[in-house]
């Protein structure tokens, strides 16, 4: 079998990490709001500005999850527990672009 790419092994443990969150825990329900950030700074300014996504370029968010990820964005505050569920069930898709960002991060450090 062939080794996962380090791109890959960081999905793979992001998606775990969705799977297993607590959704009741504030830290968690905060973490869930800063990766939905994260994936937002990558729509364009237009996206963002009108919660909708307009250019079909695989970054960002699909013109389904858009709207809600603007909600959590916006949000003040902690997320309720109901939102939080909701975003990780959302972000789980999401997870290869989490997993680009982070490496970037890493990269940049």
């Not at 950030?37 to 968010?61: F, L, S």
């Not at 109901?82 to 789980?92: I, W």
């Amino acid at each position: 079998m062939a080794k996962k790419s380090l791109l890959n092994q960081r999905r793979d443990r992001i998606r775990q990490w969705f799977a297993n969150c607590d959704p009741k825990d504030t830290q968690v329900r905060d973490a869930l709001k800063r990766a939905a950030k994260m994936i937002w700074e990558r729509q364009t300014v237009a996206e963002q500005d009108a919660a909708v996504t307009t250019d079909d370029n695989g970054i960002g968010y699909n013109g389904y999850d858009a709207q809600f990820a603007s909600r959590i964005i916006n949000w003040k505050g902690t997320l309720t527990e109901r939102m939080a569920l909701g975003a990780r069930k959302m972000l789980r898709k999401y997870a290869r672009q989490l997993a680009e960002i982070a490496l970037r991060r890493e990269v940049q450090e």
